[in-house]
């Protein structure tokens, strides 16, 4: 595994040091293969409850796979935890009545969807992400030494990506700070992602580049999803808190 000089001399960033990912999946396990039964999910209610599993956003590449799944479509675990050390999600219906509940959202072409509240479990200055990385022995090594640093160069590289803007010039790793990309990860999804051995040989200067734009593509399909469910959403609940009137 090959290491990078740039990473050597970091310096504290500015504004968000860290992605968090321990304690920010409702449901880690089903998150492998998401969507296996629809009336067991953590959010029956969902709008897309009943999308094929091959429907949900998703970033492929030879070096790794990306699948995003809405904590919704999540199936409880066949041992839940307990609180305070539960993981409570809100629920498509309570986000769509927080969002109309806005009195700037009064109107049809007004209407904003409500960011996702955030898991209980929170850090000041760390960005929130639900992440499950499914390092198989056949894709990756034997070696669990191996698969565990595979999942941990994954999280590094999110999080230079991320929280350190990382960019790659001239083939050298370029960090910004002062302009961390916390747009990049979607709330209220968890993030599989799918990694080959690949990774392990990859220096940081290529795998970074297939990580941003893998974020990028994972981001609009997910905006485009929400966007088009919340419209359908907003219109059933506008129409039955606000009759025609004759």
Request: aromatic share 8%; with cysteine.
């Amino acid at each position: 595994m090959q290491k990078c000089k740039e990473l050597s001399r970091l310096t504290k960033a500015a504004q968000i040091s860290s992605l968090l990912f321990r304690k920010q999946s409702p449901a880690s396990s089903s998150a492998i293969q998401p969507l296996q039964k629809a009336e067991t999910v953590l959010d029956p209610s969902h709008p897309a409850v009943n999308l094929p599993r091959k429907f949900l956003p998703r970033f492929h590449d030879s070096v790794f796979s990306v699948t995003a799944t809405p904590f919704g479509l999540l199936e409880p675990e066949s041992i839940p935890c307990q609180p305070p050390f539960d993981i409570p999600i809100e629920k498509w219906a309570e986000r769509i009545s927080r969002s109309l509940s806005d009195p700037a959202t009064d109107q049809l072409n007004r209407l904003m969807l409500a960011p996702v509240r955030l898991p209980k479990f929170q850090k000041y200055g760390r960005l929130p992400m639900s992440l499950v990385t499914v390092a198989g022995k056949k894709a990756t090594s034997k070696k669990k030494v191996i698969r565990l640093r595979i999942i941990n160069k994954v999280k590094n590289a999110l999080n230079l990506a991320v929280t350190r803007a990382a960019e790659v010039k001239d083939g050298k790793l370029i960090l910004d700070q002062e302009l961390p990309r916390q747009n990049l990860i979607c709330r209220g999804w968890t993030y599989t992602v799918y990694p080959s051995l690949e990774v392990y040989r990859m220096p940081f200067t290529e795998l970074i580049p297939i990580v941003f734009q893998a974020l990028q593509s994972i981001r609009q399909k997910v905006v485009e999803f929400e966007n088009s469910w919340a419209h359908k959403s907003f219109v059933r609940q506008l129409l039955a808190y606000k009759p025609f009137v004759y």
